[in-house]
């Protein structure tokens, strides 16, 4: 079973430019969610989709972060203009079903940002 | 939102022993799931263990089992014959049904596994 696909993996970018991310999550998992994790800290949740409808994004940074999932499958996430404390990992993880609590979030390996 | 303290930023066992991460979490539901995630320096997250909270006894797998206390809302894992494969970040999490089946984590102990 293919695992969650992130890219880029690393990505160095001015302060003030944007960004994007592209997650494909494994096939039939119906929720995907982005993390924020800061070096040091655990991953933060950015967003959360069920299908290709948004559960929560009440910590996104609505300003200047932006995420869609198409079609309830793939999703970008975006940064415009970035700020030097954006710099951090951007994980991606998926589900299978929503409401079963005991389903494990499988992750894909992360975006490494610097924003210099 | 729930919160999740894990009061060990890092933790050293010598390769063979067994070490204890402890994990606390406060939260009014009756009915969630824990876990912990092992996250190696190349970063993908993977799943070490899990526990229902309605279930009193405690889940193991292999090498790696778990405490869990309710009452204390603390949820330890144990890892016994430590291996150098070992060596990651660990963290507990929780998930909820009240918050759209949200995942909570803690802030990670950094584990090194001495030869």
């Known amino acids: 079973e293919a695992g969650v696909a992130q890219s880029p993996r690393y990505k160095i970018i001015e302060k003030r430019q944007s960004v994007a991310f592209w997650c494909n999550p494994i096939?039939?998992?119906?929720?995907l969610y982005w993390y924020q994790q800061i070096l040091g800290q655990g991953p933060k949740l950015l967003i959360q989709f069920q299908n290709n409808g948004v559960v929560d994004d009440s910590q996104l940074p609505k300003d200047r972060f932006s995420a869609e999932r198409l079609k309830g499958v793939d999703s970008t996430l975006k940064i415009q203009p970035a700020k030097l404390e954006d710099s951090a990992v951007y994980l991606c993880a998926s589900s299978f079903l929503g409401t079963a609590l005991n389903t494990e979030a499988f992750f894909g390996q992360g975006t490494r940002l610097t924003v210099v | 939102a729930q919160t999740v303290t894990q009061s060990q930023p890092e933790m050293s066992v010598q390769e063979a022993e067994t070490v204890t991460l402890s994990c606390t979490y406060d939260t009014s539901e009756s009915d969630y799931y824990l876990f912990w995630y092992k996250q190696p320096p190349s970063r993908q997250m993977i799943l070490v263990i899990r526990q229902e909270a309605y279930k009193q006894q405690n889940a193991t797998e292999n090498r790696f089992s778990v405490n869990f206390q309710k009452a204390a809302k603390s949820f330890s894992l144990k890892i016994s014959d430590s291996q150098l494969g070992d060596a990651a970040m660990y963290f507990c999490a929780y998930r909820s049904p009240n918050t759209g089946n949200q995942f909570y984590f803690g802030t990670g102990t950094s584990l090194t596994v001495i030869p």
């Open positions: 096939s039939g998992h119906a929720t």
